[in-house]
């Protein structure tokens, strides 16, 4: 007889524990301590020299360390190495945990540094951490899911073999929720992965322990994965700075997914990484090894480097955003409000324009990207689940009873749905067709608004949008319930950059008084927000919109922006 699902996942917890070398564990701090990002350098298992590797927060800074030999690669994966354990054992982020294969790539390129004095690739020795999607070969990549441990991947992803032939060291995965359909991260293999400035809060996902992790310094730079905002929803809640690239930007072929075979919203993968110069690095180092030649979605589009100048920007001179203050559903709750407030002063201090900018058809597009996911009923969710019989879960509710089988909650059109995503409603082929259509007229309708702000602005269209990430800071587990604001970009498939602003001012960003609600989430955000001691310490990030295929100068703007912005809170 098989062994039990709990069997299985209590195994795999167990053998991840053992991975953790007896001399990097750490008394664990209080339950009751909240904030954790500072419980790294506070261990004693860092050097002087580790602090000063991990917490550099300088991609671009480290990558010449590394290429001119100052640092070794294999002092720099064993820095983050040993604080990304640190970090597992307070926020719990990681899955799998390769200490002898990372020190093994990292010393063979210390080991060509040295004979040739040339540095293998862009990324040499840069340590990568990568979300658990991203097979390496011999290894498992079980996605949270009992039915895919002890299941080695054949052979690397696509994104792992350009990375190592860019000289970057692969050395953790990071968690993600059951399905990967969740913005927050458990499954019943690893737990929950939790924001290391306030533990109670959400980290976000399905990218969420690629969040925690770069949060806590435990690693540079990370991979994640947007299907509906799963790299830039832990990108903003961590307070760092993330890329949702257009589609077949970047390789995805190799990886393990959710949804096989659904391409009318495909997801993409990008960075996440506590500097901006990460994003850049990321995406030029990828591109760097012709992707197109290994995956064959992948856009054949070489790094533009008069793009990321922005030519067609005024060079950043004096460029214009519309601010979209909110999506027309949901209302932000004040310290979104605030971070906007801020954005808008800041550029316009900086000598930028700034127009209003309300867009059209979120509701509909909401819409049709949830019956797009939705479409299979649920099938491929369920099929998974069947293989051990884990329970297929409902809701990232902390301590919630686990269904007892692994059938979708489906509900009538009128009465109120569960979860995430609503009901699950089959669709047929025509169906499908039918929304893909609708899909295409209304993202024709999108481009010609944005196009036609010429006459409002400085001459050119706007250069980009500036809005929010979603619609609160962190929130509580299991209350992350509206990405609607992400999950615009992905349907509509512009490149999309996270920059942070802020954090909860617990004494300026008080509730506001009651408005009449628009939708059943816009109650439910209003009445989570009851109280800026709730959200203590959040961080508070925006989102940087551009159109198709300009991720380039998406980073470039979102450069300008964030270092405007920070100056501005000085």
Not at 140 to 169: F, H, I, Q, R
Request: overall charge negative; hydrophobic content about 40%; proline content about 7%.
């Amino acid at each position: 007889m098989p062994d039990d699902w709990r069997t299985i996942a209590a195994a795999k917890k167990a053998a991840q524990t053992a991975a953790i070398p007896k001399e990097w564990t750490i008394t664990p701090p209080p339950a009751d301590r909240l904030n954790v990002l500072g419980v790294p350098r506070e261990s004693g298992l860092l050097s002087e020299k580790e602090l000063e590797i991990t917490e550099l927060r300088d991609v671009d800074k480290l990558l010449v360390k590394l290429a001119k030999g100052e640092w070794t690669s294999v002092e720099v994966t064993t820095a983050f190495l040993k604080r990304a354990i640190i970090a597992q054992q307070v926020v719990n982020c990681l899955t799998e945990i390769f200490i002898d294969k990372a020190l093994a790539w990292a010393a063979s390129l210390d080991k060509l540094l040295q004979e040739t004095g040339k540095p293998v690739g862009p990324l040499h020795g840069l340590p990568i951490s990568l979300k658990d999607q991203f097979c390496i070969e011999g290894m498992d990549c079980c996605m949270g899911y009992v039915s895919w441990v002890n299941k080695p991947c054949e052979k690397n992803a696509t994104l792992v073999d350009v990375l190592l032939s860019a000289g970057a060291v692969p050395f953790v995965r990071t968690n993600v929720p059951q399905t990967l359909m969740w913005p927050e991260s458990f499954n019943v293999v690893f737990g929950r992965t939790v924001n290391p400035a306030n533990r109670t809060l959400t980290c976000g996902g399905s990218s969420g322990g690629e969040g925690a992790l770069v949060a806590m310094d435990g690693s540079p730079l990370g991979v994640g994965t947007d299907i509906g905002g799963s790299v830039r929803i832990p990108a903003g809640l961590n307070g760092l700075f993330g890329l949702r690239p257009s589609f077949n930007r970047f390789p995805y072929q190799g990886a393990v997914n959710s949804g096989y075979g659904q391409e009318s919203v495909p997801s993409v993968l990008g960075p996440i990484t506590s500097s901006i110069s990460g994003l850049k690095a990321f995406a030029k180092g990828v591109l760097s090894q012709d992707p197109w030649l290994y995956d064959p979605l992948c856009v054949r589009k070489p790094w533009d480097e008069e793009s990321y100048l922005l030519k067609e920007h005024g060079e950043g001179k004096k460029m214009c955003f519309g601010i979209m203050w909110d999506d027309g559903i949901v209302l932000p709750t004040p310290p979104v409000k605030r971070a906007l407030g801020i954005a808008k002063a800041a550029l316009e201090a900086a000598g930028h324009e700034v127009i209003d900018w309300k867009g059209i058809h979120h509701e509909e597009l909401r819409d049709i990207i949830i019956a797009i996911f939705n479409g299979d009923g649920g099938d491929n969710f369920a099929d998974v689940c069947k293989i051990s019989g884990e329970p297929l879960l409902q809701t990232m509710v902390p301590d919630a009873p686990l269904p007892t089988d692994q059938s979708m909650v489906s509900k009538d059109a009128d009465e109120e749905p569960e979860g995430l995503f609503g009901s699950y409603k089959r669709l047929s082929a025509y169906e499908l067709w039918q929304l893909q259509w609708r899909k295409r007229a209304l993202q024709k309708d999108y481009l010609d608004l944005w196009v036609g702000t010429k006459g409002k602005t400085t001459g050119r269209k706007i250069d980009g949008i500036i809005m929010p990430m979603a619609p609160y800071p962190a929130p509580p587990h299991g209350k992350n319930i509206y990405v609607g604001y992400t999950m615009l970009w992905n349907i509509l498939d512009n490149p999309t950059a996270i920059f942070p602003v802020t954090t909860v001012d617990q004494k300026v960003d008080v509730p506001v008084e009651k408005h009449e609600f628009r939708c059943k989430e816009d109650q439910l955000v209003y009445e989570m927000y009851s109280s800026p001691e709730v959200f203590k310490d959040a961080p508070v990030s925006l989102q940087l919109v551009g159109m198709k295929l300009e991720e380039e100068a998406v980073i470039g703007m979102t450069e300008i922006v964030s270092k405007i912005v920070a100056e501005h809170a000085k």
